[in-house]
């Protein structure tokens, strides 16, 4: 005889929806971080003629890599497979990540094909806190120009 499972009789749809949803999509977001990660570094290592874009791309997957163990660190904890100490740690890595990669952004985003025209760049992209200090929300001009952390050198303070 059989044994029978908590999903047999019910739908498809009511066992994939209600009961493994949350399983399904975290093993998607694994696998996509995995393939993406691997294709990454392929690609990197393909870029041997180029020193300069290789580290800018190094720096890029290197923060892609501890941001993702940031979200799902109570997991890799829960696991064993970051201890609780190096766990602790993890949020000060992170911050070094984001400053390492900080002289490498405007190069990553005008790869992407951006165009730094202020008057196409929303105020989130400028000053914001300019902006959101004035009366005028239509006066896009309080926002500044369009921010280079290249001439900055980090991003404004949290507020």
């Not at 399904?24 to 694994?30: G, K, R």
Request: one cysteine or more; proline letters at 3%.
């Amino acid at each position: 005889m059989m044994k029978k499972t908590k999903t047999e009789g019910k739908p498809f749809f009511d066992v994939w929806m209600y009961e493994v949803s949350d399983e399904i999509q975290d093993f998607a977001n694994a696998f996509s971080d995995r393939y993406m990660l691997e294709e990454a570094l392929l690609a990197m290592a393909g870029m041997s003629d180029n020193v300069k874009a290789q580290k800018v791309v190094e720096s890029a997957i290197y923060l892609h890599a501890i941001f993702s163990i940031k979200q799902n660190l109570g997991w890799y904890t829960t696991q064993g497979v970051i201890s609780a100490e190096a766990g602790l740690e993890v949020q000060n890595v992170f911050e070094q990540a984001v400053r390492d990669f900080l002289p490498h952004m405007n190069t990553c985003v005008e790869a992407l094909g951006y165009i730094p025209h202020k008057h196409l760049v929303s105020p989130i992209a400028r000053d914001y806190v300019a902006f959101n200090a004035q009366n005028d929300n239509e006066n896009f001009e309080a926002a500044g120009e369009v921010f280079d952390f290249k001439k900055t050198g980090e991003p404004r303070e949290r507020l």
